[in-house]
């Protein structure tokens, strides 16, 4: 699908980047496999969309229990995924690579757990 197929009115503006389209986001889990995604205009705020974004991850992925996120997302995601059962912890960009996943995530196993931790219940 291209911008050009997108009806203009299914398209905003980023007032803050002055970009005129659509925002993707995406969830991985800590292999780097897509666990959800959305695409949404580019006026959609960060916060509006870090939500939704939980909010698929919490109905197709109940076993995942934390997330690290980029440090642009507000307090309000962090406590939107609390009230969905899932530890959200924001990661600060570095200036030179953008986002990078703290050491712990990496070296924890699919979905978010820490490679010893129990798998999920029944």
Do not use: C
């Not at 911008?3 to 299914?10: D, H, K, L, N």
């Not at 695409?39 to 960060?46: I, K, M, R």
């Not at 570095?94 to 129990?118: I, K, M, N």
């Amino acid at each position: 699908m291209t911008s050009s197929s997108v009806a203009e009115t299914g398209q905003g503006t980023d007032a803050a980047k002055k970009i005129r389209g659509r925002k993707r986001r995406l969830a991985t889990d800590t292999l780097g496999l897509l666990l959800a995604v959305i695409v949404t205009a580019a006026s959609v705020h960060g916060s509006a969309g870090g939500k939704q974004l939980l909010d698929q991850v919490a109905a197709s992925h109940p076993e995942v229990a934390k997330v690290w996120a980029d440090g642009g997302y507000q307090t309000s995601v962090i406590n939107h995924g609390a009230r969905r059962g899932i530890d959200a912890e924001t990661v600060r960009r570095s200036p030179d690579t953008g986002f990078q996943p703290r050491a712990e995530a990496l070296g924890g196993g699919a979905y978010g757990r820490p490679a010893d931790a129990a798998p999920p219940g029944p």
